[in-house]
């Protein structure tokens, strides 16, 4: 689901092969999602180790580059009507809705903390 997510900001940002997103970039479309902020990080390493997307050595700032392969799964996602891709729509709109409260003394604690 978090590559999912990746994906969808090139394709929000009419990225086609070969187009780069800087690291504030993805920061900045990545808080939309509602996702956790570390959650980008691991995403992102799946999506090079995957080889979807390229890492831009050139760029002053950190930057990915959106492959072959990334821009066919990318396109790919638009189509994939399938439980998975429902499951993660639910997640994502589930997690845009959350809104984050700093932890009071009992609220913030776990179940297991008690």
């Keep these: 689901m978090r590559m999912r997510a990746v994906l969808g900001i090139y ?3 009419r990225k086609p092969r070969g ?7 993805l920061e900045r479309e990545w808080k939309k999602s ?3 902020h570390g959650d980008l990080a691991a995403a992102l390493e799946d999506l090079v180790q995957r080889q979807l997307l390229l ?4 760029s002053p700032t950190p930057a990915w580059e ?3 392969l990334g821009e066919r ?3 790919s996602l638009r189509f994939n009507t399938g439980f998975g891709a429902l499951r993660d729509w639910a997640m994502l709109r589930r997690a845009r809705r959350r809104r984050i409260q700093p932890p009071s003394s009992e609220r913030g604690r776990r179940r297991e903390d008690h």
């Design 66 to 68: 959106l492959s072959a």
């Design 19 to 25: 187009g780069s997103l800087s690291r504030p970039v």
């Design 55 to 58: 890492r831009c050595p050139h």
């Design 34 to 36: 509602g996702l956790r």
């Design 73 to 75: 799964a990318m396109h």
């Design 11 to 13: 394709r929000a940002q």
